[in-house]
């Protein structure tokens, strides 16, 4: 029996957390593959190298804060010399390519720089490993996560991932735990590439699905997935099982705990999925699975920032046919994705998600031309949207009432309900949306 583990920033981010993490991996001896971010902090200083121009001073600033991160982690280590050797031939290659981007600002570097981190923790986390006597061993994974060259949000082959995980890893898991890099892959050209911020999660998910494993586990800084964010609400608490359906829900909508493509191969495989914390790994965590016992009406809330919320009208679209299919085919051209829509007799409104870390606008102004050849266009930004993730929520009496009334004095953007039964998802302005968020959690689940 085989399972997955994968460990975030805060569980690598220094020496006493590594160990923990280590001691998690002994005590479960099924865990063979294990996939890690960077140390915490560390991807942050990446992301600045790669989208900002810097002087050489500030550049080789931030490369040291890197540097020590690291080095705070191999002092306690007798391998100490050598990791740092690795350390440093890690951050001179960052160097080079951070004074390259500085004049090339291309995609495709930035990339090969925010992978740095993932390199880096993964090779000292397999020597933490063999301190305490579990055979680690660094595999990157490059040689098995074969993406296309959509550089910042790489998909994945998963026929590749597939065969390439039988030949070039299963055989290394009989007599090694395997620490490998979430986030990071590889195109075809052999340029390396990155799955989106957060992409560690589903990094190990596709593992787990390539490996045939019997579960995954999330370990991160909090003992489960909570009923909503638990730095809006206090109240928050743990959700002890959870059906893949509304964990789904809550990952695409903002629950920053899982990234929101985790659950795909998961619910795809029918791997069991745990999220708990690797600081107190005795406290227990969240299961996620096919089949939960109890389906309870209200089940989380999730808060996703920074929503772009494009409104699109045409009197050409009374009565008319064909108009909506024009607007997405704009929007498929610009490989954009909608989330939210609603129609009136003459208009159509519809969300895109900013995704954390982006830099650029999701909206470009060659999309709005090219929309306004077709119709008026109106884009509005700064709005939050907020998801209320449960069961049956579309057969349900009274929802309106429980939502709506509690948060009579907050302005409702948008709101979209009915397709799923899984949630009622709605908009406000961002000055608005903690507020919206801690009032309905309070309301319906204390
Ligand atoms: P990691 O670095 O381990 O991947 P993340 O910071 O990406 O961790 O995700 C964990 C954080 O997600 C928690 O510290 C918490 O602040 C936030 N979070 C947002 N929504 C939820 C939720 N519903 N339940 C638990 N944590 C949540
Ligand atoms: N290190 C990457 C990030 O911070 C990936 C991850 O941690 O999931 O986004
Ligand atoms: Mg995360």
Same mark, same amino acid.
């Not at 290394?172 to 735990?177: D, F, G, I, R, S």
């Not at 914390?277 to 699975?289: D, F, L």
């Not at 699109?312 to 989330?339: C, N, R, W, Y």
């Given at each position: 029996?085989?399972?997955?583990?994968?460990?975030?920033?805060?569980?690598?981010?220094?020496?006493?957390?590594?160990?923990?993490?280590?001691?998690?991996?002994?005590?479960?001896?099924?865990?063979?593959?294990?996939?890690?971010?960077?140390?915490?902090?560390?991807?942050?200083?990446?992301?600045?190298?790669?989208?900002?121009?810097?002087?050489?001073?500030?550049?080789?600033?931030?490369?040291?804060?890197?540097?020590?991160?690291?080095?705070?982690?191999?002092?306690?280590?007798?391998?100490?010399?050598?990791?740092?050797?690795?350390?440093?031939?890690?951050?001179?290659?960052?160097?080079?390519?951070?004074?390259?981007?500085?004049?090339?600002?291309?995609?495709?570097?930035?990339?090969?720089?925010?992978?740095?981190?993932?390199?880096?923790?993964?090779?000292?986390?397999?020597?933490?490993?063999?301190?305490?006597?579990?055979?680690?061993?660094?595999?990157?994974?490059?040689?098995?996560?074969?993406?296309?060259?959509?550089?910042?949000?790489?998909?994945?082959?998963?026929?590749?991932?597939?065969?390439?995980?039988?030949?070039?890893?299963?055989? @290394? $898991?009989? +007599?090694?735990?395997?620490?490998?890099?979430?986030? *990071?892959?590889? /195109?075809?050209? !052999?340029?390396? %590439? =990155?799955?989106?911020?957060?992409?560690?999660?589903?990094?190990?998910? @596709? $593992?787990? +699905?390539?490996?045939?494993?019997?579960?995954?586990? *999330?370990?991160? /800084?909090?003992? !489960?997935?909570? %009923? =909503?964010?638990?730095?809006?609400?206090?109240?928050?608490?743990?959700?002890?099982?959870?059906?893949?359906?509304?964990?789904?829900?809550?990952?695409?909508?903002?629950?920053?705990?899982?990234?929101?493509? =985790?659950?795909?191969?998961?619910?795809?495989?029918?791997?069991?999925?745990?999220?708990?914390?690797?600081?107190?790994?005795?406290?227990?965590?969240?299961?996620?699975?096919?089949?939960?016992?109890?389906?309870?009406?209200?089940?989380?809330?999730?808060?996703?920032?920074?929503?772009?919320?494009?409104?699109?009208?045409?009197?050409?679209?009374?009565?008319?046919?064909?108009?909506?299919?024009?607007?997405?085919?704009?929007?498929?051209?610009?490989?954009?994705?909608?989330?939210?829509?609603?129609?009136?007799?003459?208009?159509?409104?519809?969300?895109?998600?900013?995704?954390?870390?982006?830099?650029?606008?999701?909206?470009?102004?060659?999309?709005?031309?090219?929309?306004?050849?077709?119709?008026?266009?109106?884009?509005?930004?700064?709005?939050?949207?907020?998801?209320?993730?449960?069961?049956?929520?579309?057969?349900?009496?009274?929802?309106?009432?429980?939502?709506?009334?509690?948060?009579?004095?907050?302005?409702?953007?948008?709101?979209?309900?009915?397709?799923?039964?899984?949630?009622?998802?709605?908009?406000?302005?961002?000055?608005?949306?903690?507020?919206?968020?801690?009032?309905?959690?309070?309301?319906?689940?204390?």
């Amino acid at each position: 029996m085989l399972n997955v583990a994968k460990f975030g920033g805060t569980s690598v981010a220094d020496y006493e957390a590594m160990l923990r993490c280590a001691n998690i991996i002994k005590s479960q001896p099924q865990t063979k593959l294990v996939a890690v971010s960077a140390s915490a902090g560390v991807t942050n200083h990446l992301v600045t190298l790669s989208t900002k121009v810097l002087s050489a001073q500030e550049q080789s600033e931030i490369i040291e804060s890197i540097r020590q991160i690291q080095y705070n982690i191999t002092k306690h280590l007798d391998c100490e010399a050598e990791l740092n050797t690795i350390v440093d031939g890690i951050l001179s290659q960052l160097t080079e390519l951070a004074t390259q981007q500085n004049t090339l600002q291309t995609a495709k570097t930035g990339d090969a720089i925010l992978a740095c981190g993932e390199q880096m923790s993964s090779q000292i986390f397999a020597r933490v490993l063999q301190t305490i006597d579990v055979n680690g061993l660094c595999f990157d994974v490059r040689r098995v996560m074969k993406t296309n060259s959509l550089y910042g949000k790489a998909v994945v082959d998963l026929e590749q991932l597939s065969s390439q995980c039988q030949t070039e890893l299963l055989p @290394l $898991l009989e +007599e090694h735990v395997v620490v490998t890099q979430g986030f *990071i892959g590889q /195109d075809g050209l !052999g340029c390396t %590439t =990155t799955l989106g911020r957060g992409g560690s999660d589903y990094s190990a998910a @596709l $593992l787990a +699905e390539a490996t045939n494993a019997s579960g995954l586990a *999330i370990w991160t /800084d909090v003992v !489960g997935i909570f %009923t =909503t964010d638990p730095r809006i609400a206090s109240s928050a608490r743990a959700i002890p099982e959870i059906s893949f359906g509304e964990a789904a829900e809550m990952a695409t909508f903002g629950a920053k705990i899982l990234h929101p493509a =985790t659950l795909i191969p998961a619910m795809r495989s029918d791997i069991p999925v745990f999220v708990g914390s690797s600081r107190e790994p005795e406290a227990g965590g969240t299961q996620i699975m096919q089949q939960v016992k109890s389906k309870p009406t209200y089940r989380a809330i999730a808060l996703r920032r920074e929503q772009t919320l494009v409104t699109v009208k045409s009197p050409a679209m009374l009565h008319a046919s064909g108009f909506l299919a024009q607007v997405f085919t704009i929007l498929a051209k610009h490989e954009l994705s909608v989330d939210l829509i609603t129609t009136s007799e003459i208009s159509v409104a519809l969300t895109f998600d900013n995704p954390t870390g982006s830099t650029q606008a999701v909206i470009t102004q060659n999309v709005v031309e090219e929309l306004e050849q077709l119709c008026e266009v109106t884009v509005e930004h700064g709005l939050n949207l907020v998801a209320v993730v449960g069961n049956k929520l579309n057969a349900t009496t009274g929802l309106g009432s429980n939502i709506f009334d509690n948060i009579s004095d907050v302005n409702i953007r948008m709101i979209c309900h009915g397709a799923s039964s899984n949630n009622l998802c709605f908009l406000v302005d961002e000055k608005d949306g903690d507020k919206v968020v801690e009032t309905l959690h309070d309301k319906l689940f204390i």
